[in-house]
């Protein structure tokens, strides 16, 4: 969608998870304990710890609870056993919604996210009902502020380094990739200077909904009570978020 900062999107759902700092260095934890678990404690060896680490670090948790969640996982204590269940739906005026969830209780989520969806306008739907209208994709977010290099410029060191596209709005530049090339394109970004207000691998929608009113209010109630769910690590929508600068 021409002119439409995903990154503004993302960027105001973190803002809203960073506004709940301690339920975010929770899923934060969790998240790293599971890669931890899966792939090993050492995140040179592990990419998906090694991101789970980076985007802990970006958040400002402390060292000592990455380490901590770490040390869980990988010692030998009793361990929690984590598993990841994605629900899909729809919210108020058909706006696509996948919530994505690290869980030891599937029936206590299931019936969470449910009760979220019915009690803001939303519907649960069935597993691949929206999530066809997503891509997966690796997105580095570079602030333009203080950087002496034009679009040209950068587009091209993105596309040398393997990346597929980038967008540019008046802060930053977002520069998409699949999610197999990600870690070598950030790394080949590293390399030239660059750092990342945000790095990480998410699901892009392909097209967004606007909405207005009362369904522009349930909407938002609907993420809030998501994103509020301690099961609940990440909530994609396609909601048109740029009515909310206006």
């Known amino acids: 969608m021409a002119g439409h900062s995903k990154w503004k999107n993302i960027q105001r759902r973190k803002n809203a998870q960073d506004a709940k700092r301690g339920k975010l260095f929770m899923k ?34 402390p060292n000592e609870n990455i380490e901590r969640a770490i040390k869980k996982a990988t010692g030998s204590q009793e361990q929690t056993n984590y598993e990841e269940v994605r629900y899909e739906g729809y919210g108020p005026g058909g706006v696509a919604v996948m919530v994505v969830c690290l869980t030891d209780n599937k029936n206590r989520t299931a019936s969470n996210v449910r009760v979220a969806f019915s ?69 080949q970004l590293e390399k030239q200077g660059f750092s990342f207000v945000s790095a990480e691998i998410t699901m892009i929608p392909q097209t967004y909904t606007t909405l207005a009113g009362d369904d522009l209010k349930k909407m938002l109630k609907l993420i809030d009570a998501l994103e509020d769910d301690d099961d609940v690590q990440e909530v994609y929508h396609n909601l048109d978020e740029s009515v909310l600068d206006e």
């Open 28 to 61: 934060l934890a969790k998240e790293i304990y599971v890669a931890a678990k899966t792939g090993g404690g050492d995140p040179a060896a592990n990419p998906a710890l090694r991101l789970a680490v980076e985007k802990a670090r970006a958040a400002n948790m």
């Open 119 to 187: 009690k803001n306008g939303g519907n649960l739907g069935e597993a691949g009902c929206v999530s066809y209208l997503f891509d997966r994709k690796g997105l580095l977010v570079i602030a333009r502020e203080g950087l002496d290099i034009d679009e040209d410029d950068m587009l091209l060191q993105a596309i040398e380094a393997g990346a597929e596209e980038m967008e540019t709005t008046e802060d930053s530049f977002e520069i998409y990739t699949t999610p197999e090339t990600f870690e070598e394109v950030k790394e």
